[in-house]
């Protein structure tokens, strides 16, 4: 026997890890501030539909929400919202997605009120000037009914509400980040049919007395690059992340070019998918702490700005989304293959050691039902190599026999310009304690390896994404580890359109689930945001104006009646990103089939299900389904 307890075959396993406890307990986090000693962040609860709170740790151990319930702090300049709010000085600024007004808090006093007008639009990534008399951020305007709208760089007046635009004309900004003396100003910028980690510029302007700004410069113009988070330290230097050399690394800017610090083939950033992300900060005036990325699993280093040398920090943590520091102490969202993603806290004199302040599942699981990542490099159909991390079934309840293996759900991740996290997933563990193995795929194109491995499906999405996924079931299957006639295959996004194309164009997976994911991609172009509105041109190797066929043989609902295997659909109605008439087409070719399908559509959400609800419903369905189709 390979693990003791009742036998019982693999998928049937009863497990304490319920849809109920995943989603009543499950939070998220976006951004992360220190001030005064205190941690401030964002979080998203599904027990309350989802309202994101500002919330902040004190140094007695005790936690407040900063924003009442008639508050939740969020935006969506870019479609994905992130940078919704920023503190200093005890002085707290926030977006109110209820409304898309900027309020401000006084801590001291405790008193909320709005900096701007009810506006047609959305603001992001705030940034105060050192006496609290402008703020700066981005700016969505959608009171021109425009498909694209303008986005651009405002200066909002905190004593007369005035709204001054600073920048504008390129397709899009971020980032603006204020000197600690006021005098200067950055900011990155970019146009279509760029994203963010293609090619963006960063630039620099002075900014007077009066908050005039004046003798904006374009920094290191030599190359076409992606910039990151660029950043003053104390002494008004200004540092930033930039992959010149195919991966994010850090660099001081000196007169307007870039000065190396060090040189590692590791990511010391991510794709700007959300805005105010962060992956280092300041501990002092000459010590830069950093989140970075190598083979998929993210580490922590110190680096000496002044010397020259990086220092790796061993904290046990393999995933960081965000980072901050100040006067010594840091701030993370991060975990590990057995910590869920948590608010974390260190300081610089016992920087190894980590304190959660907040558990986004909370202490809920036993660890003999935690099933472990493992990383696995497995080679592709054309001799490269790319990634995955893979969890066997372990439920300490049941066994099972030498000759038995487990179904495979191989799971797709979005983007597709991201990546599967090596860290505990408690939707992974839904499924490994019920005695499913399951294996998520970083496939060429992926982040956290590099600019060479995320070019690389470039021309080639929803071929290269789909062949990777299928060689690494393959894989599995010819090391004998799972049952290769019980291959499952789910995703979401631009992860669906892997799902969807799999079973098209390929007969190797017993079923799919799609959770809003692409069918048609021509379609997509006509229903598309601002922010990825060129994103396809590139993956797809041109505009669907010229390659049309490329598109039209990409889309798995023109090849619907290729699909044999039975799916199961989730979809929120206000998806702005993939538009619900996507899953309603390609439902109505598999029912022409008469393929078994299964299609749950949830009033009130859009890309990314927030309410405990959906989430349970969408986990639970899937599970039978899976069953159901055994």
Known sequence: MIASGTHSNFGSWISPITSEIIASKSLSFTDIHIDNGIIYWVESRPNEKGRSVVVS???????????????????????????????????????????????????????????TEYFEGRFADFHADPKHEYLYCIRKDDSKKSQFPPTEIVQISLQTKKITVLFTGSDFYSSPSVSPNGTKISWL???????????????IADVNLQGVVSNKKRVSIDSQQSFYQPVWNSKNELFVSSDI???????????????????????????????????????????????????????????????????????????????????????????????????????????????????SIGNIFQQDFISMPELIEFPTRDNQIAYAFYYKPKNPNYSYKEDQLP???????????????????????????????????NYRGSTGYGRNYREQLKGQW?????????????YLCNKNKVDKNHLIIAGSSSGGLTVLSSLAFHNIYKCGSCTYGIADLIAMTEHIHKFEAYYDQGLIGGSVEKEREKYFNRSPLNFARNIKSPIIFFHGDKDMVVHVSQTYKIVDELNKNKIFNEVYIFEGEGHGFKKAESIITSLDKELDFFKKID
């Open 407 to 441: 179904p495979l759900i191989v799971k797709v991740h979005g983007g597709p310009t991201a990546n599967a996290d090596f860290m505990f997933n408690p939707k992974v563990q839904y499924y490994t304690s019920r005695g499913f193995a399951y294996i998520e795929v």
């Open 57 to 115: 740790y004190h140094q007695n151990a005790t936690y407040q929400d900063e924003t009442p319930e008639e508050y939740s702090v969020g935006t969506s300049v870019h479609g994905y919202g992130g940078g919704a709010f920023f503190v200093r000085d005890q002085q707290l600024y926030f977006s109110n997605s209820k409304d898309g007004i900027v309020y401000h808090k006084n801590l001291k006093t405790n008193v909320i009120k709005p900096i």
């Open 245 to 359: 050399t195919g991966f994010w690394n850090i660099y001081k800017v000196t007169n307007f070019k870039l000065e190396n610090i060090f040189t590692r083939d590791a990511d010391f950033g991510r794709p700007m998918w959300i805005s105010g992300t962060r992956c280092f900060d300041f501990i002092n005036e000459s010590k830069i702490i950093s989140s970075f990325c190598e083979k998929g699993i993210w580490k922590t280093g110190l680096i000496d700005i002044y010397e020259k040398s990086f220092h790796e920090i061993n904290n046990s943590l393999t995933c960081i989304y965000n980072i901050a520091a100040k006067n010594n102490c840091v701030a993370f969202f991060g975990g590990s293959e057995t910590l869920p993603l948590a608010v974390l806290f260190s300081n610089y004199e016992s920087i190894q050691k980590t304190k959660v302040l907040r558990n």
């Open 189 to 203: 910028q970019w146009d279509h049919p760029n994203m963010p980690w293609d090619a963006t510029e960063l630039w």
């Open 462 to 474: 929803g071929i290269r994404d789909v062949e990777d996924c299928i060689d690494a079931a393959l």
